[in-house]
C-alpha cells in the first residue's frame, strides 16, 4: 500500500515536471510578448473586431512562435549547455528528448497555422510560416556565423504587428509595413542591449551578437544610438497616414526621447549597468507606443 502511494506520488511529480518543462519550451513570456504585437496590428486594422477575434488571433500567433522557439532549442540544444542562463533549459538538462520537443514544436506550429488560415486568411498564415522559418532555420545558425545574425532575426520579429494587420484587412498595405518598421527598428537597440549585457555568457557558445569587432566599444553604443534615433521619426508614422491620432504621436515621441537619452549615457560611459538600462529601456518602450496607438484607435 505504502509502495503503491509512493509510485503515484512519484509519478505525479514526474508529470509536473515534464509539465513544467513544456511549458518552459514553449519560452511563454516570449511568445506572449509577439502574439501581443500581433493583437495591436489586428486591432488598429479592424478597430471593431471582438475579443474572440483578438484571442484568436494571439493564439496563433502565440503557437507558431513558440514552434519556432522550440526550433532555435532544438538546433541549440549543445550550445545552451554553454552559457549560464540556458544551461537549465529543458533540453540540455534531459528534461524533454529532442524527439519530444520536436512533436510539441509540429504540433504547435501546425495548429497555430491553421487557426491563422482558417479564422482569417491564407495570406496570415503564409507570412507566419515565413516567420517560422526565418527565425527557426535561418537566424538560428547565422548566431554563430556573422552579427548579421541580427538583421535577419530582426525580420521574423517585426512581423508580428504585420501578420495582426493582415489577418484584420487581408492586404500587406503601407500601415502594415509602418508597423512592421517601427517593431523591425526597436529590435537593434532592444537586442544590442541585450547582447551588451551578455556577450560573456554568447562568447562562451560562439554567437556574434553585437555589430562591432571588440563588441562593447564606442562604436557599437554609436550604432545604438543611431537605430534609437530613427525611431523618433518613424514613430510618427502612424499619425501621417491616419492610423492614429496627436496623443500618441506625442507619448511616442516621448518615449522615444526618454529611450534615447539612455543610449547617450551609454556613449559617456560604454558599461554594462548602462546597457542594462537600454535594455529595461526597450521592454517598456514598445508596449507604452503600442498600447497609446490602439488607445488613440479605439
Known amino acids: 500500500m505504502i ?31 509577439v502574439a501581443f504585437s500581433s493583437a495591436i496590428g489586428y486591432i488598429l486594422g479592424h478597430p471593431g473586431g471582438s475579443w ?15 514552434a519556432a522557439n522550440i526550433v532555435n532549442q532544438i538546433l541549440e540544444k549543445d550550445l545552451d549547455k554553454l552559457m549560464r542562463r540556458t544551461a537549465n533549459r529543458p533540453l540540455p538538462t534531459n528534461t524533454l528528448s529532442v524527439t519530444e520537443a520536436a512533436i510539441y514544436g509540429v504540433l504547435l506550429g501546425v495548429g497555430g497555422l491553421l487557426i491563422l488560415g482558417s479564422f482569417f486568411n491564407m495570406l496570415t498564415a503564409a507570412i507566419a510560416l515565413l516567420s517560422l522559418i526565418l527565425y527557426g532555420f535561418i537566424y538560428t545558425p547565422l548566431k554563430r556565423i556573422s552579427p548579421i545574425n541580427v538583421f535577419v532575426g530582426a525580420i521574423p520579429g517585426a512581423l508580428p504587428p504585420l501578420i495582426g494587420w493582415v489577418a484584420a484587412t487581408g492586404v500587406v498595405g503601407v500601415e502594415a509595413w509602418i508597423l512592421f518598421g517601427i517593431q523591425f527598428i526597436w529590435q537593434f537597440p532592444h537586442f544590442w542591449a541585450i547582447a551588451w549585457v551578455l556577450d560573456d555568457d554568447y ?9 562591432m569587432e571588440g563588441g562593447k566599444n564606442l ?3 554609436i550604432q545604438i544610438m543611431i537605430y534609437t534615433l530613427v525611431l523618433i521619426p518613424l514613430s510618427l508614422l502612424p ?21 534615447l537619452a539612455q543610449t547617450f549615457h551609454l556613449m559617456r560611459t560604454c558599461t554594462n549597468k548602462a546597457a542594462m538600462n537600454i535594455m529595461f529601456g526597450s521592454f517598456l518602450y514598445l508596449p507604452i507606443v503600442q498600447i497609446a496607438f490602439v488607445l488613440d484607435k479605439i
Open 203 to 211: 562568447k562562451r557558445a560562439g554567437f556574434k551578437m553585437l555589430p
Open 52 to 66: 474572440i477575434q483578438i484571442a484568436l488571433v494571439m493564439l496563433g500567433g502565440l503557437m507558431v512562435t513558440g
Open 239 to 259: 499619425l501621417q497616414f491616419g492610423m492614429t491620432g496627436t496623443t500618441s504621436a506625442l507619448i511616442a515621441v516621448i518615449c522615444g526621447v526618454l529611450f
Open 3 to 33: 509502495t503503491d502511494r509512493s509510485e503515484s506520488v512519484v509519478s505525479l511529480a514526474s508529470t509536473a515536471e515534464k509539465a513544467s518543462a513544456y511549458f518552459k519550451l514553449l519560452k511563454f513570456r516570449l511568445s506572449f510578448t
Open 219 to 221: 562604436k557599437t553604443a
